[in-house]
């Protein structure tokens, strides 16, 4: 039999606590402090920079060896031989597709891409130079007021129909959200199509024009789309995670990761990236901007750089840079002032001590941008497709959580640094402050 594995915690008092470590397939132990609250005392950590939040089966980060995986397979070999749809039955299910089971999910998803019509007038509340990411958390989380026959998120069944139907519909509301901002009709989905040209066709086809997609670009986006479709415990997740803690339904937390998503220091950052080369505007500017980077004193910071796991490469950064080279080379942008200024940054910046030091080097956002660049992609529609990728891992999150025994609502606790306990003033009797 397993020895039980122990952490002591000695308190000023004298008193030892016990506290068991648990441990997973992968990856380090973790100290079980759940016991910690009966001694009246709470542990700090702001930023979750120690706490493990749950236990998953879903998705596995090495930051130090630079590995990410989906159910046990790494990213390189989902991005390399898989599709999306494929990866989205990893994920949900927990197991590659058989064929017929693929065949089965693909039409699952494909006969639920239109939306209800009655949501296309929903868009028309919005102003049209709404940011797409602002339509997005209210089309998705107005999904719950049009879909409330599978809310019941105890019902195994309909929490599937409710990740098919999230699955199938974000991109089609994501391709709305872009045409209603220029002003062109909605374009319904082409079932006929795969999911990644559907919202290509969604996007950049018009009723008088037919979008005859590159299968080399589709390729690249369905890359974007496995890259990004989950990411463990990361900021929008532990959101979806902690909003259906309460038991809220999955359109609503779902609606809230997008929320999260956008923060630039999250999904915003590959539009981030291209909004920080625009700034940057020359080769000859990059000195002056890394340098500002570095000076604490400059909120400034090179963004698609850093990660808060991945302490060595990021994976998906490797493919992605694969990526962007053959893109630029099927598109024949090679030259292009925008690829060139990254690339130069790229190497400005890896072999700066400041960047060296601190284990910052370029994130999978730092590509994806550039990438997103080239097929045509505006730029504030770039953490849509980012939403997009991610909805299946939220959703998978979500559903994991809900089936877990040990689900609790989530309610950190906090150290309290406010006034003291004092009295009310009648306001006739309030003296200067
Ligand atoms: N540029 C300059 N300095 C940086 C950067 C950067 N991009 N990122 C971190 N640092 C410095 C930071 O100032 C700190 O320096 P010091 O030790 O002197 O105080 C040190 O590196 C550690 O940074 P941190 O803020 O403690 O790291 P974190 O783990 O809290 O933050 C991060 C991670 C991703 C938020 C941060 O690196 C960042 O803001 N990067 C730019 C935004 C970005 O590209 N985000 C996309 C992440 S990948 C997509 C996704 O998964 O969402």
């Given at each position: 039999m397993e020895k039980k594995r122990i952490a002591t915690l000695s308190l000023e008092d004298g008193t030892e606590i016990e506290l068991p470590i648990m441990s997973g397939t992968l990856g380090p132990d973790v100290i079980d402090i759940r016991n910690l609250a009966k001694t009246g005392m709470f542990t700090y950590d702001p930023g979750f920079l120690s706490?493990?939040?749950?236990?998953?089966?879903?998705t596995y980060i090495d930051g130090e060896l630079g590995c990410l995986y989906y159910r046990g397979y790494p990213i390189e070999q989902l991005a390399e031989q898989s599709s999306f749809l494929e990866v989205c039955h990893l994920l949900l299910y927990g197991e590659l597709p058989m064929a017929a089971e693929k065949q089965k999910?693909?039409?699952e998803i494909n006969r639920r891409t239109m939306v209800h019509d009655q949501l296309m007038s929903f868009y028309k509340?919005?102003?049209?130079?709404?940011?797409?990411?602002?339509?997005?958390?209210g089309v998705v989380g107005a999904l719950s007021a049009f879909y409330h026959d599978t809310?019941?998120?105890t019902n195994?069944?309909?929490?599937?129909?409710?990740?098919?139907?999230?699955?199938a519909k974000v991109p089609t509301i994501a391709a709305m959200c872009y045409k209603y901002n220029i002003g062109h009709p909605f374009m319904y989905p082409d079932n006929r199509l795969g999911y990644v040209e559907n919202f290509l066709h969604m996007m950049f086809a018009t009723p008088c024009e037919q979008y005859v997609a590159n299968p080399k670009l589709v390729r690249a986006l369905e890359r974007i789309f496995i890259l990004h479709a989950d990411h463990e415990q990361n900021a929008s997740t532990s959101t979806v995670r902690l909003a259906g803690s309460s038991g809220a339904n999955p359109f609503a937390c779902v609606a809230?990761?997008?929320?999260a998503l956008w923060g630039p220091a999250h999904g915003g950052a590959n539009e981030a990236v291209l909004k920080m080369l625009e700034e940057i505007g020359d080769i000859s500017q990059i000195p002056k901007f890394v340098a500002r980077a570095k000076d604490r004193k400059d909120s400034f910071r090179l963004m698609g750089f850093g990660h808060r796991v991945y302490r060595n490469v990021d994976p998906r950064a490797r493919v992605m840079r694969e990526t962007c080279y053959e893109v630029l080379a099927e598109l024949g942008l090679q030259n292009d002032r925008m690829f060139e200024m990254a690339m130069e940054l790229e190497r400005v910046a890896l072999q700066d001590d400041y960047f060296i030091e601190r284990k910052l080097y370029p994130n999978v956002d730092f590509y994806s941008g550039i990438v997103l660049k080239a097929l045509n992609v505006p730029l504030n529609m770039f953490t849509v497709i980012f939403a997009i990728a991610r909805t299946i891992g939220w959703i998978s999150q979500w559903n994991e959580m809900i089936s877990d025994s040990e689900r609790k609502i989530g309610r950190p606790r906090q150290l309290y640094r406010g006034p003291e306990?004092?009295?009310?003033?009648?306001?006739?009797?309030?003296t200067k402050r």
């Open positions: 706490t493990a939040s749950c236990s998953s089966g879903i999910f693909e039409s509340g919005f102003r049209r130079d709404a940011h797409p990411m602002a339509v997005m958390v809310l019941d998120i195994p069944e309909h929490r599937e129909v409710s990740a098919l139907r999230l699955i809230a990761g997008i929320a306990r004092r009295d009310f003033v009648p306001i006739s009797e309030r």
